[in-house]
């Protein structure tokens, strides 16, 4: 199998045959550019022999000097292309079934908002404009993705139901919840003022000042300034408020199995890093009370 040429046909497949976001075409592009170059060498050989395709990691990790969860991201996208060209009989078998390919990443916790950012960020926030402020309520009151914010439409927002019809990866759908009747009134008069609660179902909820779908850069754009008139020092960002709001809502108590519904996890093993994250949190909070210090015994 020529490599290269089923790396393009894989692309365009993607692009014409598959209900894949932009994000992930542009992901898959990143991807199989790598494999373009490797392969542009001559020297190496085909990632399609187990042998290959463990050179190739190696190669993705040595040479071209790529941290563990891209080199990770890279091979699935291999994968991905092996499990296609097998299905259309271009191979007899991927090589992913016989190759020992492991990488391990580093233990990270995800990166919250302290309750005093939370609170600085949420105080300057009425002096953003409409659609950054609401896109940063609804970001950390639902714990959605970016970009499944930015392709909510007004037909999947039921204020009836205090509901929204949230797009995740893979096309898969869920619902996600407005717990407050502040977020469902906020929510209410952004549609009115904006002279969306008569739109088409299929208008986008964030537009520009010309009517098209709000970019994710430009969320990410304004909750950085928003993050920067309010003193917040380390950079923010729109999934730091999604790890936000998974941690708030383990500590609130909701069990672990709905927070996996809610954030639209396939695996329940995502989700439980959040739960470091709260023992975390209580462990500064049982040092800080220093409960034997307090008997000052002498």
């Not at 497949?13 to 598959?18: A, I, P, W």
């Not at 050989?45 to 991201?73: C, F, H, N, Q």
């Not at 069990?255 to 470091?276: A, C, K, N, W």
């Amino acid at each position: 199998m020529d490599l290269l040429a089923a790396s393009t046909a894989f692309l365009r497949h993607c692009r014409t045959g598959r209900d894949l976001s932009a994000n992930t075409i542009k992901a898959y592009t990143q991807d199989l550019g790598d494999l373009r170059r490797y392969l542009a060498d001559g020297a190496h050989a085909s990632p399609a022999t187990a042998s290959g395709l463990t050179a190739y990691a190696e190669w993705l990790i040595g040479p071209r000097g790529l941290a563990p969860a891209t080199v990770k991201r890279r091979l699935a996208c291999l994968r991905a292309l092996f499990a296609w060209a097998e299905r259309r009989g271009d191979i007899a078998a991927s090589p992913f079934r016989t190759a020992e390919v492991r990488i391990r990443l580093p233990k990270r916790l995800p990166r919250c908002l302290t309750a005093v950012e939370l609170r600085r960020l949420f105080t300057g926030r009425r002096q953003a404009s409409a659609p950054i402020a609401l896109a940063v309520l609804l970001l950390f009151t639902t714990g959605m993705r970016v970009a499944e914010l930015t392709a909510l439409r007004v037909g999947d927002i039921d204020l009836e139901r205090r509901t929204l019809r949230v797009r995740g990866k893979g096309n898969r759908e869920r619902q996600v919840f407005l717990t407050s009747s502040e977020v469902v009134g906020e929510l209410r008069a952004f549609l009115r003022d904006h002279g969306l609660h008569r739109a088409s179902p299929t208008t986008p909820l964030l537009q520009t000042e010309v009517g098209g779908r709000m970019s994710t850069d430009r969320i990410r754009r304004g909750l950085r300034r928003l993050a920067e008139r309010a003193g917040l020092t380390r950079r923010i960002t729109p999934h730091m408020l999604r790890h936000s709001a998974a941690t708030s809502l383990l500590e609130a108590g909701i069990d672990i199995r709905f927070v996996q519904r809610l954030l639209g996890h396939r695996s329940i093993s995502t989700t439980e890093i959040y739960t470091h994250v709260s023992d975390e949190r209580l462990k500064q909070a049982v040092l800080k009370a220093n409960t034997l210090g307090r008997l000052r015994v002498g």
